[in-house]
């Protein structure tokens, strides 16, 4: 299966940006879903893993949700701030523990 | 405090093997509460799973990899490596390695500085 993100996202700060992570086969439901956000010229850290979960340190500014009807997953960034900026990547399993990393979105604040 | 850090040749030749070592810090890597995987990155690409693992356990492969790919562990310098055969220019990617933790799923939880591999002739 493939998870597909938007290539990108801007706003400004302050704002809200939601990124979208739609599976192509398989429910989006019936395995969970984690965000990676990756700094320019940084290693990945984790902001949301089992759809909606932080990591302690992660502010609450970041939120994961899970959409049946699209079988897609989202993340949203609230109250978004310049050290935000960075590439985020959902990633998922199949049935086989196979991973997969969406195709990642970078997040532009203006 | 939980430590990784990768290393590798920088620059090989098409058809040569790859071999990457990760070396941990902070942690027993024949701990069964430690997982370890491989993921790459392309230059100005995305991520790419290659592979997890827990010591004495089952090992799991990305399909598209895995006819090229051996796991090994040294528990006594507490290194995992990964050998990747036949490498092409394709090959070319800045490596991480990563440990997982345990939620209700393994998900990737600290991920080394990375080292990258330049494969080209």
């Known amino acids: 299966f493939m998870l597909t993100q938007p290539h990108s996202v801007s706003e400004s700060p302050g704002k809200t940006v939601t990124i979208s992570c739609t599976r192509s086969?398989?429910?989006?439901?019936?395995?969970?879903v984690q965000w990676y956000q990756q700094r320019p010229g940084s290693s990945p850290t984790t902001v949301i893993y089992e759809d909606n979960q932080r990591p302690s340190g992660v502010p609450d500014r970041f939120s994961g949700s899970i959409d049946s009807s699209s079988n897609s997953a989202s993340l949203t960034i609230s109250g978004l701030k310049t050290e935000d900026e960075a590439d985020y990547y959902c990633q998922s399993y199949d049935g086989s523990n196979e991973y997969v990393f969406g195709t990642g979105t970078r997040v532009t604040v203006l | 405090q939980l430590q990784l850090q990768e290393s590798g040749p920088g620059l090989m030749k098409p058809s040569e093997t790859l071999s990457l070592t990760c070396t941990v810090s902070?942690?027993?890597?024949?701990?069964?509460?430690?997982?370890w995987g491989w993921v790459r990155q392309p230059p100005g690409k995305g991520l790419e799973w290659i592979v997890n693992f827990y010591y004495g356990g089952n090992t799991y492969y990305n399909s598209s990899l895995k006819s090229r790919v051996n796991i090994s562990v040294d528990t006594s310098k507490n290194q995992f490596s990964l050998k990747l055969n036949s490498v092409t220019a394709a090959d070319t990617a800045v490596y991480y390695c990563?440990?997982?933790?345990?939620?209700?799923?393994?998900?990737?939880?600290?991920w080394g500085r990375g080292t990258l591999v330049t494969v080209s002739s």
């Open positions: 086969s398989g429910s989006i439901a019936s395995r969970y």
């Open positions: 990563a440990s997982l933790k345990l939620g209700r799923i393994w998900f990737f939880d600290l």
């Open positions: 902070g942690a027993s890597i024949s701990s069964s509460n430690n997982y």
